[in-house]
């Protein structure tokens, strides 16, 4: 067994479907994390040997199922849960939801349905990871950058603020939170600004449109100080966003 294979904790209270799955993992590939015949031990195995996924039965003795399992497990310890149950009315289905679960299957199932499933909700957990990882380092430059970031909807309204605008214009974000961009410039240089709003907008939804200007910025304090604006609009699924990085060009 090669050392980075995925392990699998398996979890239901009838031995021969554990034994039945074991076997099942194995042959395709993966390794067995162990198995558990109740939600609590369940838990408490998923805590001790972080498996990469769970099968988990809904319907188990004990004072956790296997939807309150996954719950807990999901809240402590965030790994992924494919239930595996002989229950598929709509009352179960429907507590499953709460738990997020990255898969449903029915039981009696099929080696292929189960192979698939495992490996679908595996490559989502490894998309959802990298994308929080994504997000945390986006996150993590846009607030200690010295820069400016604004971020804009597509009406020009403001929903994000860093650090780095807090110091270059003096706002808190909820000063700014809501505001039109051109609020941070002065009267002046408005109409340059609107105009390249306006050819952004005019390149389309579909793609990416950048521009820059050089504009009069407008502190808090009312102090103006030349500042250098590029902006971004990025299409997106809940509309159009449009970023801004704003650079005090004083010197």
Known sequence: MEPNSKTLLIVDDEATITTHLEEEIVRMGYESAGTAGTGE?????????????????????????????????????DIPVVFLTAYGDDRYISRAKEADPYGYIIKPFQENSLRASIEIALHSRD??????????????????????????DENGAIFFWNRGAVRLFGYEFEEAAGKPLTFLISEGTEG?????????????????????????GVRRDWSKFPVEMSLTSIPGKKGTMLVCLARDITE
């Open 41 to 77: 031990e369940a838990v408490r195995m998923a805590e001790k040997n972080r498996p990469d996924l769970i099968l988990m039965d809904i319907v188990m003795p004990g004072k956790l199922d296997g939807i309150e399992a996954a719950r807990k497990i999901k809240e402590k310890l």
């Open 127 to 152: 998309t959802v990871r990298k994308l929080r990882q994504s997000g945390e380092i986006w996150r993590e430059l846009t607030e200690n950058t010295r820069d400016g970031v604004v971020i804009c």
């Open 192 to 216: 340059t600004l609107n105009q390249l709003l306006e050819a952004l907008a005019e390149g389309g939804p579909e793609a990416s449109h950048s521009g820059s200007l050089e504009a009069i």
